[in-house]
């Protein structure tokens, strides 16, 4: 019998009603406080035990429409982005313009040589800018007869619009999901340290590609040599007529004009005047609304494409709730200070460097049991924000060690996306986790690595 763990909400209020309990176990405590240029920041050495304030079946009960008001900010920009994501899907423009650069495959060397990289580029870039996430999981249907047709193999087809948005929303620069929730729980200006970021997300992005165009050359010589031999057999067949690609339009054209317009906007914007999340929703809605009227979509199909792209991402607004409310128990009987008091020994290091690599081991860990990196990041950042304070690590350094967690996504069975996608190829997880061991491992040094410099400079 297969082991299988519960879903994230489960998970969530599980976690909600263990800190219910141990309110009534762990003892009060209180970090004082000191403000240093315009942050309040934890004093380490003055720590005291208080009277806690055990919360009881009530408390936990109203938990979670506490965690939606105090985090209402946050999930309504999650909804305003998921809302104007889909209208951009309903224009198919993405569709086309990947349709037509395959199709260019067949008759330039140059497309040939380029196809790999620039593909997983731009499903990393999705991944680094808006989020792309499980909006990958529909590109498989395309990338897979794609790949068989052009003498690769299943695994190739997955790898480019899966692992290169997975590594996209993990090593993120501007993912409003990851990096903009934890900067505004942690105190951060709002995607702030955007140099760093993009240097890493180019490394990482560069090292999936590299291993991604190795291994597909090697498919390409030997067939024989992919684990999915036996099952591309079959597949060839059944995805002939999955290769016929419309045109790109001058529709299509305009609308992704408009994306790139928009995505230069909001980082101008972040730069030069430190947009915060209400600035940035505003953007993306008013990206909606461009893309909407230059796509030439009726109002009722504007309107029902928003909708349903708010509506996919409610239950991640709910994770949010749900994360937020752990904090408000634990806040409430007065046991955070106790808890980072608790972690501090675990994490505390004679070198920053190996505090930073500590917090990213235990976001991995976190990672196997919470995919949703919106979630992880309510849940996790009150904790390790403070904890950074702490151990002499910056907040901005804790927060890329909760990114580069995230790493190991397109690996862990327990996540939805990772079992969706191999469900659609057809794959079986013991031999996609065969395949994706070295490069895992790859990406295990890469974040190791990474957090070196910051946590050396004290990166801000």
């Not at 009881?56 to 209402?72: T, Y």
């Not at 990482?204 to 999915?228: E, I």
């Not at 008013?286 to 928003?306: E, H, K, S, T």
Request: hydrophobic share 60%.
């Amino acid at each position: 019998m297969r082991l299988r763990l519960p879903n994230t909400f489960i998970l969530l209020f599980a976690i909600l009603s263990l800190i219910a309990i141990a309110t009534w176990l762990v003892p009060g405590g209180r970090y004082e406080t000191r403000v240093v240029d315009g942050r309040t920041l934890i004093d380490p050495a003055a720590f005291h035990y208080i009277a806690s304030a055990p919360q009881g079946p009530v408390a936990l009960l109203m938990a979670p429409i506490k965690g939606f008001v105090e985090a209402a900010l946050i999930i309504g920009f999650v909804l305003i982005v998921g809302g104007t994501f889909a209208v951009l899907q309903k224009t198919e423009a993405i569709d086309a313009f990947i349709k037509t650069v395959a199709r260019a495959h067949a008759h330039s060397p140059l497309v040939r040589a380029l196809l790999i990289p620039v593909f997983v580029t731009m499903f990393s870039l999705g991944g680094a800018s808006f989020g792309m996430a499980e909006e990958a999981i529909p590109f498989v249907l395309i990338f897979v007869p794609l790949a068989l047709a052009l003498g690769y193999d299943s695994i190739v087809g997955v790898a480019i619009p899966f692992v290169g948005s997975q590594v996209g929303f993990a090593v993120a620069f501007l993912n409003p999901f990851n990096v903009g929730i934890a900067q505004g729980i942690a105190g951060v200006p709002m995607f702030s340290g955007l140099a760093y970021r993009v240097v890493l997300w180019l490394v990482a992005t560069g090292l999936t590609v590299a291993f991604l165009m190795w291994y597909a050359a090697r498919v390409r010589r030997d067939p024989t040599r992919s684990p999915t031999y036996a099952i591309d057999a079959i597949k060839r067949g059944e995805h002939a007529a999955a290769l016929h690609f419309e045109r790109m339009t001058r529709t299509h054209a305009a609308v992704l004009g408009i994306f790139a317009l928009a995505l230069g906007v909001m980082i101008f914007g972040v730069v030069r005047y430190q947009w915060f999340i209400e600035e940035i929703a505003a953007l993306f809605l008013a990206l909606a609304i461009a893309v909407g009227l230059v796509a030439r979509l009726g109002p009722d199909d504007f309107v029902a494409a928003f909708l349903q792209g708010a509506k996919d991402l409610v239950s991640t607004a709910l994770v949010i709730a749900l994360a937020r409310g752990t904090m408000i128990i634990a806040r409430d009987a007065h046991i955070i200070d106790t808890m980072l008091h608790g972690l501090m020994p675990l994490v505390q290091s004679a070198h920053p460097v190996f505090a930073a690599q500590k917090m990213f081991a235990i976001q991995s860990v976190i990672n196997f049991f919470i995919h949703s990196g919106s979630g992880q990041a309510a849940l996790t950042m009150p904790i390790m924000a403070p904890l950074a304070d702490l151990v002499g690590v910056t907040r901005q350094t804790a927060i890329l060690a909760f990114q580069l967690g995230e790493l190991t996504t397109p690996v862990i069975p327990t996540s939805a996306i990772t079992v969706g996608v191999l469900a659609l190829a057809r794959i079986p997880w013991l031999t996609w986790a065969r395949w994706m061991l070295p490069l895992q491992l790859a990406y295990l040094l890469f974040a190791l690595a990474a957090l070196a410099p910051p946590a050396i400079t004290a990166w801000h």
